[in-house]
């Protein structure tokens, strides 16, 4: 996912392709109303039940009956950090608290 508005393709399929640099390819996706489409499939209103046992969440249908939200315990490395800011791929509701705040932050808090 890009945030800002320029970015350049570099790969093999390019007349201007550098090999000295990575591969780059860009696909745009034109999607709308996905709010609307996401409130048309079907969402959890009834029997929750937690279980122990082994699911393989790729072998689950799109269309099942039954659907699954995981909890997990995961690892994932500082170093990926920054080439992850414009799409965090392990986002997490957590209170942060002023001293971790940037200097620019702290003035503008109080």
Same mark, same amino acid.
């Given at each position: 996912?890009?945030s800002?508005?320029?970015?350049e393709a570099?790969?093999?399929y390019?007349?201007i392709? @550098?090999s !000295? /640099?990575p591969?780059i390819?860009?696909i745009? /996706?034109d999607a709308?109303?996905?709010?609307?489409?996401?409130? !048309?499939?079907? /969402?959890?209103?009834?029997g929750? &039940?937690?279980?122990?046992?082994?699911? #393989?969440?790729m072998?689950?249908?799109?269309? &099942?009956?039954?659907?699954?939200i995981?909890?997990?315990?995961?690892?994932?490395?500082?170093e990926?950090? @920054? !080439?992850h800011n414009?799409?965090?791929?392990?986002?997490?509701?957590?209170?942060v608290s002023?001293s971790v705040?940037?200097? /620019?932050?702290? #003035?503008?808090?109080f």
């Open positions: 996912m890009i800002h508005r320029y970015t570099n790969n093999a390019l007349p392709y @550098d !000295s /640099l591969n390819y860009i745009h /996706l709308n109303d996905l709010y609307g489409w996401a409130m !048309s499939q079907n /969402l959890p209103t009834h929750f &039940s937690w279980t122990d046992e082994y699911v #393989n969440f072998d689950v249908p799109d269309d &099942s009956d039954i659907g699954y995981f909890e997990v315990d995961l690892e994932y490395p500082g990926l950090h @920054d !080439s414009c799409y965090p791929l392990a986002p997490e509701k957590i209170e002023v705040l940037k200097i /620019l932050l702290k #003035n503008l808090v």
